[in-house]
């Protein structure tokens, strides 16, 4: 049976010399694996511009419940984007989420408010005209939301650390080490409240960006079982530097 659904591009992985499974996070079905064939013929119908990490889709596909791979009819880039795959900065950003996500989210079955979250996310990272270098930050903390285990809000005068094993707010230091001060728990928490629009407002040099991007990583790592390392950050690290 033929179903029409929105899909976001995770990881494609070749299956023959002309050949590729994808892995797409889709809006109906959540994370399914499509068989899709001829993607690198001249005159593909599906090439593999359109497989690129985090590209968003709309798809016509066979859906079989017991299948592990299912079949595309017909796919097509749902906007186009206009500026990720051209430009440095966005493109090293989108593979660095795409990264994050795949680990994050690939035992994900259907969620709306997940898929229409990461959806309109990135389709608003493509259209922004200046390049926003703290966008991946809050793009993490948000992502939290949906994923179950964002930042508990609740804080005092005296709540000083915020913990990252626990997710909240401390008076005192943990006794271990993952956990943010009061400057860097500020902005764990501006970041993850602000608007997309409005995140430029927030200053941060390079040095903070870094420490506040690793300690995300540790927060991931913490919330998300069998998370493992992230390769793309240090690639990442280095453009936006």
Known sequence: MLHKTRGIVLKTTLYSES????????????IQSYLING??????????????????VDMVVYHKQAN????VSELRPSPVFS????????STVTIFLNEVLYKSIRQQM????????IYSA?????ECRDVNVNFHLAFLLKLSR??????????KSDHSFFDLQEGEFKTLAPSHRNYLDREDAALFILLFNS???NIYLIKIDNKTRRSILDKILIYYTLHTASFGDIRSHEVLQEILS
């Open 19 to 30: 050949s590729v499974v994808v892995q797409i996070f889709t809006e109906k079905f959540g």
């Open 39 to 56: 993607v690198k013929k001249p005159r593909a119908k599906i090439s593999m511009n359109m497989l690129q990490p985090l590209h968003l």
């Open 68 to 71: 592990g791979i299912q079949r």
């Open 83 to 90: 500026s990720i795959p051209y430009d440095i900065i966005k």
């Open 110 to 117: 259907a969620d709306e408010n997940l898929f229409d979250f």
């Open 122 to 126: 990135i389709s608003w990272f493509d």
């Open 146 to 155: 949906f994923l179950g285990f964002a930042p508990s809000m609740q804080t």
């Open 195 to 197: 608007p997309f629009e």
